[in-house]
C-alpha cells in the first residue's frame, strides 16, 4: 500500500446542536479499496461529504492528498475536488446539456479541452454502456444508466479517489454488480475507492473481485470491521 | 472575484441553462433604463448649456433707465451716453429707438400703443466686458445723471442661473438613479436566477468548478444581456431625442432639449457604464449567494 490519501484525525462534526462524530480517525492508503457501512442516519453520506470538501469538520483535520481542507478556500476545495470523482445515489446532472456533455462537464470546468479529450469521452462511455445514449439527454436515462454516466463523469478526470454514495441505492441487482465490476476494474488500475453502503450483499460480493476493507461507522464511531464479512 | 469575470469561455456560458423570461425581463429593464437615462443627460445638458448661456450672455449685459419729465429726457439720455462712453469696461452703449421700446411693450399694451401717451423710461442698452464696475458707475450716474437707475441684471439672474444648475445637477442625480436601479434589478434577477440554479450549482461544485468559475457564467450572462439591453434603449432613446429636439439659435431649456454636437458621443459609453453597473451587481450577487449556498 502506498502513502495515505485520506486522513481523518480526531474528526467531530456538529449539526444542528448535535455532534454526529466525537473524534473520528482513520487513514485510507492508496489504491485502496473500502465499504463505508453503518445503518441509516449513521453519517456515512456526511463522512463522504467531509472527504471531498462539502463539509468541513468542527474539529480535528481531514486532509486529502496530505492537504487539510482548512487551510483551502472554496477555489481550493474545488481545485482539490477535481482529483476526487464522487458518484451520489441521487445522481444530479445538468439536465439541458446531453449525456456526453455531462460527462465531459469536469473538464469543462476546469478549463481542459473538451475537444483533446474526445476519444477518452467515447471511451468511457463504451466502458459504462453507454455510447448509445451519448447524445441523449439525462432525463431519458434510467436509474442504472444514471449511475453508470455519473462514474463514467466522476472518472473522465483520471481522479485518484472514488467516493460513491449509496451507488447502488436505486438500481437492480444485475445492475449493483455491473457497477461493483467497474469500481473494482477502477481499483486495480490504482484508484482508491470508498463505497458508502447499506447493501452488506454488495459488500460481500465484493470479496470476489477486491481486496476490500469495511469500516462500520456506528453511534458517531468509526470501526474497522476487517474483510471478514 | 469581480476582476477574473470577464475572462472569455465560450463552454462557460453553456453550463448556466437558459432562462428564456429572466432574459427577456433583464433586456427589457435595461433597455427601459437606458432609454430614460439618455433623457436625464439630455436634461441635464440642456439645463448646463442654458445656464452657461444666462451666465455668460447677460454677465455682459446691462441697462440704464433714464426717468425724467418728457422735456428733460432727451438731455439726461445724452448726458448718460457721454458717461457711458467715457466709463471703463463698457463696450459698447446704445439708447433703444421708440420703435424698439414700442416692440418691448407690445406683448402688454398691443402693437398701436403710443409711448407718447404713457411716461416710459428710456432705456440704454449696454454691453461690458469684465473690467466693468456697476458699482462706479452708479456712483457716477448719482451725480451726474440723477434720473439714471442702473440695473446689471445680477438681481433676476442669480436665481434662474441657480435654478438651471439645479436643474443640471437633478438631470445628473437622476441619471444616477437610474444606474442605481439598473443594479438593483439586475441584482434581483441575478438572485433568482443562481436560487433558481442551486441544483446546477450543486452539480458545478461537485466536479470541481471553482466559484469563480460558476459566477462567471452567472455574470457574463447578465452583463451581456443588460449590454444589448442598453445599446437598443441608449439608441432609441437617442432617436426620440433627435426626434423631438429644437437645434435653433434660440432654443430654451424645452426647446434645446437634446444633444449638441460632440454630446451625442456621451450615449456611446452610456450601455458600457449601464453593463459595467450589471458586471459588478451581479458579481457581488453571485458571490454573496454562492457563499450562501456553501
New interface residues.
Partial sequence: MGPRVIELEDVCYSYGGDQLFAGISAKLPDGSFHFLTGPSGAGKTTLLKLCYG?LRPTQGALKVFGTPFQSLD??GV??L??RVG?V?QDV??????TVW?NVA??L????RS?EAAERDITELLAWVGLTDRARGHPPELSGGERQRAALA?AVI?SPDIILADEPTGNIDWDMSQRLLDLLSELNRMGKTIVIATHDMSLVRAAKAQVQSRVLRLVNGQLHQAGADL | MIGGLWAP?A??D??V??SGANARLTLFASAVMAFLAVFSVALALAAARLADRWESEMAQSATLRIVAPAEQMDEQTALAMDLLRTTGGVDNARALSTAEQQALLAPWFGADLSLDALPVPQLIEIRTDADFDAAGLRLRLAGEVPGAVLDDHGRWRAPLIRAANRLRWLGWGTAGLILATVAAIVTLAANASLAANA??I????????????IARAFVRRFTLRTLIGASGGAVLGGTAIAMISDRGENAGLLTGFGFQGLEWAMLFPLPLVTAAVALVATGLAADRA??GL?
Fill in positions: 462539502a472554496r477555489d474545488a481545485k475536488r477535481r464522487v451520489h444530479q446532472f445538468l439536465d439541458h446539456l456533455d462537464l469536469p469543462t470546468v476546469s478549463g473538451v463523469r478526470m | 469561455d463552454q462557460a453553456r453550463v441553462p437558459p441544483q446546477v450543486a452539480v458545478l461544485r461537485l466536479v470541481g468548478a471553482t466559484d469563480t468559475y454562492l457563499k456553501s
